[in-house]
């Protein structure tokens, strides 16, 4: 018998789905087997390393990790568990700790009920059975799998920690509840984010004020959270950006957003939205269905935050006419509040690629401002003539829009298809020896280049037909903002973006011997558009002013 004063590891583990299966493999039950074989058979200094709650398949496990440190620090002699499965259920790490690593450390291994014992024998059934085991391990990813598409497919959420802002009905754990502390916090951040404040500045203002970041509200209440953290009021713009793209916070349901890369590998990626799955209004909302919309087309148009601390209410919504492209604010220490403008970016880097669309911000303003007002009036004055002649405006637009866009949509589609029936027979010519090999290489590459061109433009109108078709009008809806405000004296962002979906500047024209530009104002829910003029009389008027 060999004696030793090394450590006789008595290694037990036991996961989720082994618990499922009772007593049999519990930690009790493995440490009671290991500890009667150890005595048994003269085996001392036994010391027991324990993994509950941890795959098979992931070798990362607390103190599987700390066992291996004690085998390469010299420490242990011998490890023993009750089974190959127990030490792991990958067949290729197995293996290679087993006949590769613990030998060269001179470290016996034991299991017990697979009758391997790597000191008394070559053990050739030993790799058949890992393989089983690797075997075992996939049928339950599957099983698992299964059960959790169900799950997700019958509208319950998947995840197990609801966001914050939520927390768990103590009735049913499938059903949220809103927590009014932590739901208080989601709608300030949403209604900075209207004001204007880009995620980076929402969480310097959060920081400021001492908030506890989710992690840290969540144990500080006793809610469950898997994170750790430094700070506890320590925010930072991605748990900000995280918050505001959250669909749950209107009441939906989103499953299916994340998905495993195998059984083996745990490592989670993003699914395409495509595959997302959502149930609507499942769980209060913390945020209304406007203020999220609102929030998702800030999102669209976000910009570098500005050196200064005035919000610019122009940002990410004024375009050019000519090349498309936004117009960018010129703002500097050394230039009045009359002097600041916004710019055509493809202006200022290429002077060939578009012309100069100038326009000072408090014209733009001004413009902008009274447009609104008349909009307001004419709804208080006379709200059953405003929704006629919105809805009339409504469809004129996007009929013409549609029509242009099924269009082409339908053109692209039948080139794509003729595009198939030339690639075949192109290679038949090919195979026939009607033409060479280089030929065909060429003439394919340019086909496969003006398909791929074109499936692109197609997925693309695709989703621009289906966001017109589903966009009604909804009059109501711009109505209800309205109601919100008296008469507006001052632009702010949360204004200007609730009412405004973008401003369309035009060159100058000089034609007629003074100065006049053409704005198009396009207001939201496709309710309306307004075209504005901006002359110099409106530019000498704030000349004088200043």
Known sequence: MLTTDKITALYCRLSNDDDLQGESNSITNQKSILQTYADSNGLKNTQFYVDDGFSGTNFNRPDFMRMMED????????????????????????????EMILPDYDVRYIAINDNVDTLRSENEMMVFKNVF??????????????????????????????????????????????????AEIVRRIFQLCIEGYGPLQIAKILTADNILIPTAYAQTHGLPSSRTFKHPTEWCSDTIVKILEKMEYIGHTVNF????????????????KSEWQIFENTHPAIISQHDFDLVQELRKNKRRMQKHEEINPFSGIVYCVDCGQKLYLCRATSLSSEQEHLKCSTYAKRKDDCTAHFIRTTVLEQLVLDAINKVTTAVRENEAEFVEAAMQNSKEQQTAELKAAKKKLVQSEKRISELDKLFTRLYEDNVSGKISDERFKTMSEGYEKEQRELRQIVSELSVFVEEREQKATNTAQFIAVVKKYSEITKLTPEIMHEFIEKIVVHAPDKSSGHRTQRIDIHFRFNVLSATVSADSMVYDKKRKAA
Not at 75 to 98: A, E, H, N, P, V
């Open 133 to 182: 085991n690797d075997w075992y391990a996939r049928d339950c990813s599957k099983k698992i799998k299964a059960v959790f598409k169900a799950k997700g497919q019958s509208g319950k959420p998947l995840t197990t920690i609801p966001p914050y802002g939520y927390k768990k009905s103590e009735a049913d754990k499938n059903v949220w509840e809103i927590d009014e502390e932590a």
């Open 257 to 272: 957003k994340t998905k495993r890369k195998s059984h083996k590998n745990k490592k989670k990626i993003n699914n395409p």
């Open 71 to 98: 085998v390469k620090a010299g420490k242990i002699g011998t490890i023993i568990t009750k089974d190959l499965s127990r030490f792991g259920r990958d067949y290729l790490m197995t293996g290679q700790y087993i």
